[in-house]
């Protein structure tokens, strides 16, 4: 009896293992179809996600942004769509003009694949405007302006435009700073549907059942800087070293692309060890912590959207489309003429006769530069470079002699300037009071010029003679001497009369790279008569008691209104910018400058211009523009 309750206890036990294990493996079967159809609706979603992509922002005469960069717009983006990526198209011809059109195709999110564009039809493959966006039609369905609502924890409801959505970049990944909201990414969520006849339980005469849902999100590592990049070009190998090698051959590459980012000035990022080989094997953002022990998680998380470990560059050109235009073969011809037909410019034809502009003519008709002599009507003509000038700059390096200077020259139509720059231009302003006899006194004007000139390159600029010229136009610049708004008669001159034909002359030695210099006066005697067109030599000096040119008026004033009327007031000394004559600019109860009551007219008739010797034009700049207000 006790065996046969032993061998049914045995049985039921059995029985409960079985109906257990049948239990757990039905259970674990389920979850695991769950699983796999989940990961086949993540798949289906990465593929549609990619297709996407390729369809909009594939062709190289696309361009993308986020959709912050309408935040000022009329439809500004919400959070949770803010780090959405936008594809615009050029709907002007890219290849007979610079001016682009853009149109918005599509923003890649999901929700939106239902957008009509037909690349095949609605895109110019002909070469005179290939890549123009012909037509358009339709809209994306989705936008980031749509009211989100439920993005908060713990993010169960979240709907776009009355839509389901869900959470795809959220604290886990920005952190939960204050303002984090805005770097969340929600995308909306998409039915993906079966026919009722392939799921079993359903009504076949039903309309079709849905199976599962998606969502995806393009972001644009492209605008991302990417952290992990180390520059092969800082520093030259060991044996460029022993051979007295200083700098990377390769350094060149540096102009074509950056070879590192400045990670290191970004807030929290300042011990990021930038361009230690070490930062070359980060893989995943999560990793930089790893190669700076000060970074914490909450500056990691708030760069989520702006560092990244995987973008990548092409050179390509984005208006004409293609790959960017390798000139060097181009710049090493020694003929210009083979320069000039090696080029292809598919904007206009290159010509062997005269200078070709770079920009087409788009910012002058005339692309000829003609350096002529100063004068107060014209310097020289504003306008873009040419493919000549392009090539000069190319090849500065052949212009650097022996001694590892470089002679200046003038820029032309062919050739690219050297010279240089202008920094400062300054022209004091002073007087004196002489007694005439005892009745009568002469005021005497004195004015101060001095310039700086700096070498903007890294090669010393050799020895060479320089000019300044000032020129004036039909404005009434001028210096007077009376009260605070009426000059007295006679006692006013224009400083048109005075400089207009002016030639301050700078004797300049060699200027190292970087190095500015100051000229003054060069003058044994401390006042410099002035007259008419006359040539000042200036030389590299500054003595606190530095020569100054004197302008005596011959009109005799009273001494007794030089010392004082009878309210105490005495006559002064006063500038006019303006182009009305009249005063304008007066000193205020602190001795500063001030503007007084009306509208100022300061217009853009004074400037100063840096010539050589033949008169012919380095640089030019106007000293004076209108203020606000």
């Known amino acids: ?42 798949l289906m979603a990465l ?29 500004p983006p919400v959070d949770g769509a803010k780090r959405w990526t936008g594809v615009w198209g050029n709907t002007a011809n890219p290849q007979t003009g610079l001016a682009s059109s853009p149109k918005l195709l599509q923003w890649l999110v999901s929700g939106n694949e239902g957008t009509s564009f037909n690349p095949a039809s609605q895109v110019s493959y002909d070469p005179a405007s290939f890549g123009q966006i012909a037509t358009t039609s339709g809209a994306p369905a989705i936008t980031p302006d749509a009211a989100i609502s439920g993005l908060a924890a713990p993010f169960d409801d979240i709907e776009i435009g ?83 090698v200083v700098a990377d051959a390769g350094s060149a590459f540096r102009l074509m692309a950056p070879q590192h980012l400045g990670v290191d000035q970004v807030t929290g990022f300042e011990n990021f060890p930038v361009n230690d080989l070490k930062i070359s ?62 080029i292809r410019d598919p904007m206009r034809t290159i010509t062997t006769g005269g200078p070709n502009p770079l920009l087409s003519a788009v910012l002058h008709a005339d692309p000829a530069y003609n ?56 022209m004091g302003f ?47 610049y001028s210096v007077y001497v009376g009260g605070e708004t009426t000059p007295r008669a006679g006692m006013s001159k224009t400083l048109r009369e005075l400089f207009d034909g002016a030639v301050f002359e700078l004797n300049c030695p060699d200027l190292a790279p970087g190095e500015a210099r100051v000229f003054t006066l060069d003058s044994a005697a401390r006042d410099v008569p002035w007259a008419e067109n006359k040539v000042y030599p200036c030389a590299n000096e500054w003595d606190q008691g530095f020569a100054r040119i004197v302008v005596p008026f011959d009109t005799q004033i009273e001494r007794t209104v ?44 004074m400037g100063w211009a840096l010539t050589n010797e033949n008169d012919q034009v380095y640089q030019r700049y106007d000293n004076y523009k209108t203020p606000a207000g």
């Open 1 to 42: 009896m006790l065996i046969t309750v032993t061998l049914l206890a045995f049985l039921v036990l059995l029985l409960v293992s079985l109906a257990s294990l049948t239990r757990v493996e039905t259970q674990v079967a389920s979850n695991s179809q769950q699983l796999s159809a989940a990961r086949q609706n993540a």
């Open 47 to 75: 593929n549609i996600a990619l297709g996407e992509l390729q369809k909009y922002a594939g062709p190289d005469q696309r361009a993308t942004a986020r959709a912050d960069i309408q935040e000022t717009s009329a439809t």
């Open 162 to 244: 009355g839509k389901q959505a869900v959470l795809l970049v959220g604290p886990a990944s920005v952190g939960s700073a204050s303002g984090a909201e805005s770097d969340y990414v929600v995308a909306p969520l998409v039915d993906i549907k079966a026919s009722p006849a392939s799921v079993p339980g359903s009504d076949p005469a039903g309309g079709d059942v849905r199976v599962g849902r998606y969502a995806y999100w393009v972001g644009d590592e492209g605008i991302k800087a990417r952290v992990n990049m180390v520059d092969p070009y800082v520093t030259p190998t060991a044996q460029m070293t022993a051979a007295g």
């Open 281 to 342: 094997s980060i893989l995943d953002d999560s990793q930089m912590s790893l190669a700076d022990a000060d970074l914490t998680t909450d500056a990691r998380q708030a760069r989520f959207h702006d560092f990244t470990t995987l973008s990548s560059a092409v050179l390509d050109d984005q208006l004409h489309g293609g790959l960017k235009r390798d000139l060097t073969f181009a710049f090493a011809r020694n003929d210009l003429g083979q320069y000039q037909s090696a």
């Open 371 to 426: 350096p002529s002599a100063v004068s107060s009507a014209t310097l020289m003509a504003e306008q873009g470079p040419t493919w000549e000038q392009l090539r000069s700059y190319a090849r500065l390096g052949g212009a650097i002699d022996a001694s590892g200077k470089i002679t200046p020259r003038i820029q032309t139509g062919e050739d690219q300037g050297i010279y240089p720059i202008l920094v400062q231009a300054r």
């Open 430 to 476: 002073g007087g004196q009071v002489d007694a005439v006899d005892a009745t009568y006194a002469r005021f005497t004007n004195h004015f101060y010029p001095s310039f700086v000139l700096a070498n903007p390159y890294d090669v010393t600029i050799a020895a060479s003679k320089y000019r300044v010229r000032v020129f004036f136009g039909a404005g009434k």
């Open 562 to 605: 030089c010392e004082g009327d009878a309210s105490g007031k005495r006559l002064g000394l006063h500038p006019i910018f303006s182009d009305a004559g009249s005063q304008t600019w007066q000193l205020d109860s602190n001795g500063e400058p001030t503007l007084t009551a009306g509208t100022n007219t300061v217009a853009d008739t």
